[in-house]
């Protein structure tokens, strides 16, 4: 899966991914008016506004980017009926072309993250036939339990060609409580870096590894170091724009062949908008808005690598 | 809600919590045929299989315990349709008295975090109206994202009386891969465990707190220290029986109340019929065994506390 990554950033020169994560308030008023008088103004009503606002900017957008990173919490936020919609919207997505990275950050113990492997990257068999749930192409996991809790994602990405990215840095001002803390003169991230070699090693495809890490935009400093300890892995970059990443920050995160980095945008892109840099548009064609974020956001990743 | 489930605790002098964790392989042949002959052999047969298992061993065990904690990953791996029995499953142990305690293992970022927590534990706001989505009373998290990936738990545990369990100490043979890093002489788990205890002020309710903590049954000793170390948390032990802990070892795990921890048994009480101590049982009568599987696992675990 890293390769047809790869292929989409290399069609569209743009190694960024748009974060579908919405939000109510983020969504324009005819849409939620429509959405209300149709569905009536309860889960069922924000679902198909969540979707009708995400089938606009998708459809904007699609052909100048190279993957989208739907985030799950603000689907599962609406319960059953935004589980739905995320699933449409990751379908919708790929008969777009675009490669669907679920923002996702499960992990358990080995036979539950099988559950989770499963469900969101590989299927279930029942009497011998193979059911896919969620089905996107790569997803976020969380390594606090160690590797037996990442181990079936590894499985699950070589039989069904999808890919993972491991948490390493994340992006948020707290992530450093216990990602920073020292042991044996090295932080705690590190430590989980060793181990995405490791895994890495196992998914193999080309030049790259289907198991990438994240490490966000806040930190260009580590994410400089945790570029060159991780030559193989893709680095999926959240933090840039609404979060304070800054273009100039990013360069360390790319190899020298251009590749081995893909930056986020979510609100930056999904709410233009409301951003002032944009209000020459018309609410009722927001996703113009977004449409020129992204032109704008593929310009300034494209200045620094 | 911690006070609820006390007082669940207390009435059926069970300190144990059922783990629904329904695999296909799980499930009676009769069911699964009767299931996949109404909706077919496909995902929704496979689902409504789930929920006839899950129903049958609730009916015959609802009388005897406090709790239920259906593990989310299991209902996860059947997409939609799976999630759609995950929330049947909630509603169904909530109307029989059971406090139910979601295995969801979610966190991240603050306003990400925040979508999970109304999601699960509180509910979304749609024109001026309260929507609860998944709607479980307690929730487990992970908190490699530190303080502002929980901080929004926190403050729906407050608002609507929820509870969450914060992972410290996984039962998973990995768990210390990172978990027990040394940094200044003290492991990353007593780090999570000193967090636990300043997010646990926050959410006092009587002599215990709302902010409860998962130490797994098969690091006894690290449990031990964990007890003294979180004196108003509830400890969540999963890990007792398949996993390999066992009732002696869990007796630090209580405080001198006889309060303070829950343990959880899943596959131990949910495939009880499989087991050889259990096959006076007809396999149509399955949940006889998950019933005297949990009376026993109840006088194993009072034994000791």
Redesign the interface.
């Known amino acids: 899966m890293i390769q047809k990554l790869i292929a989409n950033i290399e069609k569209t020169n743009a190694p960024v991914v748009v974060g579908l ?1 919405p ?2 308030s983020y969504i324009p008023k005819h849409i939620l008016d429509a959405a ?1 008088e149709e569905k009536g ?3 069922s ?2 679902c198909a506004a969540v979707f009708e606002y995400n089938k606009q900017i998708v459809d904007a957008i699609y052909d100048l980017i190279p993957a989208v990173k739907p ?1 799950v ?2 689907y ?5 009926e ?3 919609i995320f ?1 449409k919207t990751v379908d919708y997505c790929k008969e777009k072309g675009l490669v669907v990275i679920g923002d996702i ?6 036979s ?2 099988k ?2 492997a ?3 990257i590989g299927y ?1 068999e ?2 011998g ?1 193979k ?5 996107e192409d790569m997803v976020t996991v ?8 990442i181990k079936p994602f590894l499985e699950v990405c070589n039989e069904c060609d999808r890919g993972i990215f491991v ?1 390493v840095k ?10 920073d ?4 003169g090295k932080p ?1 991230y590190e ?2 870096c060793d ?1 995405v070699n490791e895994w890495g090693d196992m998914c193999m495809e080309g030049n790259y590894s289907n198991v990438g890490c994240v490490v966000g935009a806040t930190y260009p400093e580590t994410g400089a170091i945790l570029r060159k300890k991780m030559p193989h892995s893709f680095i999926l970059v ?1 933090g840039y724009g609404a ?1 304070g990443g800054k273009a100039e920050d990013l360069k360390a995160y790319f190899n020298s062949d251009g590749l081995g980095a893909i930056v986020n945008s979510s609100r930056g892109i999904i709410t233009a908008y409301k951003n002032e840099k944009y209000s020459n548009v018309d609410e009722k064609e927001f996703y113009l808005a977004s449409r020129q974020a992204v032109i704008d956001m593929i310009e300034d990743i494209n200045s620094v690598r």
């Open positions: 994560d939000m109510l209300y103004a309860n889960l009503g924000a985030q919490a603000m599962e936020q609406f319960g059953v935004g589980m739905e699933k950050k499960r992990g358990d113990i080995g539950t993250s559950a989770y499963d469900g969101h279930v029942i009497e036939k059911f896919f749930g969620f089905d969380n390594p606090y339990l160690g590797t037996d809790g948490l994340t992006s948020n001002p707290s992530s450093g409580e216990f990602q803390r020292l042991s044996d705690i430590y989980v181990k959240p979060q």
